[in-house]
């Protein structure tokens, strides 16, 4: 029997390839994990034990419940590298875990994305109820339109959509990403799809500035400038 519960679900793993143990750097002195922590706190949105990290890390474990997460497990250091993702941690903590696959919803954030604050998985979660979405993702506008983007090939460029080239960037659509800073999936319809893109999917759209997603040293330092920036 489905309840009316959310779960708030914090994939954090210690294995990270492009920029080593990313999860645990820190911005503004405080590591990564806990701006999704403590966002999901002051959202209102999650029973506190229902605000649930996941990691195959002691340290991250010992560092997330400092904060107030849930770490109830250590999770197969395999589910942290390619070719697994996102989704296959969370489908093998519900096996792990089966009370929460009666849960209404799981909403997934993730610690690379800390200037996401409590206000967007707020506004996330209206549009998740209201549209009566299968999932919600939020996602933020491209820096130039995606219609007009082009593959290079042996070095021959060739447009992806050759209808839009010729047009200028004011006579096109507005196109966006995803950011993967809160994505909301209805449970029963991801346990059945196994997926988080269904066919029943809104957008909650973030401005630029606080859809940086942290993934390469790069990423880092530019965080480190908006935060020093802001202060």
């Known amino acids: 029997m489905t309840t009316s519960k959310s779960l708030c679900f914090i994939p954090a793993k210690a294995l990270s390839v492009r920029l080593k143990k ?9 590591e990564l994990i806990y701006y ?8 209102g949105k999650f029973d506190k034990k229902d605000i649930v990290l996941s990691s195959e890390s002691d340290e991250i474990k010992t560092v997330a419940e400092s904060y107030g997460a849930n770490v109830p497990y250590l999770r197969d250091a395999k589910l942290s590298v390619d070719p697994y993702g996102v989704k296959d941690v969370l489908l093998d903590f519900l096996d792990r875990f089966p009370k929460y696959k009666s849960y209404e919803s799981i909403c997934t954030l993730l610690p690379t994305a800390p200037f996401m604050n409590a206000a967007d998985i707020q506004n996330a979660f209206d549009i998740f109820h209201k549209g009566k979405f299968d999932v919600v993702m939020s996602v933020s506008p491209t820096d130039h339109s995606a219609l007009r983007s082009v593959y290079v090939r042996d070095g021959i460029v060739q447009p992806v959509l050759p209808q839009y080239i ?10 966006y990403r995803i950011n993967g800073a809160v994505v909301i999936v209805r449970t029963a319809a991801f346990l059945e799809s196994k997926s988080y893109f269904m066919e029943s999917w809104g957008a909650y759209k973030m401005p630029s500035e606080r859809s940086v997603d942290i993934d390469t040293e790069e990423d880092y330092r ?3 400038f908006l935060v020093k920036s802001r202060n």
């Open 22 to 30: 990313k999860n645990l750097l820190k911005l503004d002195g405080k």
């Open 36 to 43: 999704p922590i403590t966002n999901a706190i002051s959202s």
């Open 166 to 175: 010729h047009l200028k960037s004011g006579e096109l659509e507005p196109t």
């Open 222 to 224: 530019y965080a480190q």
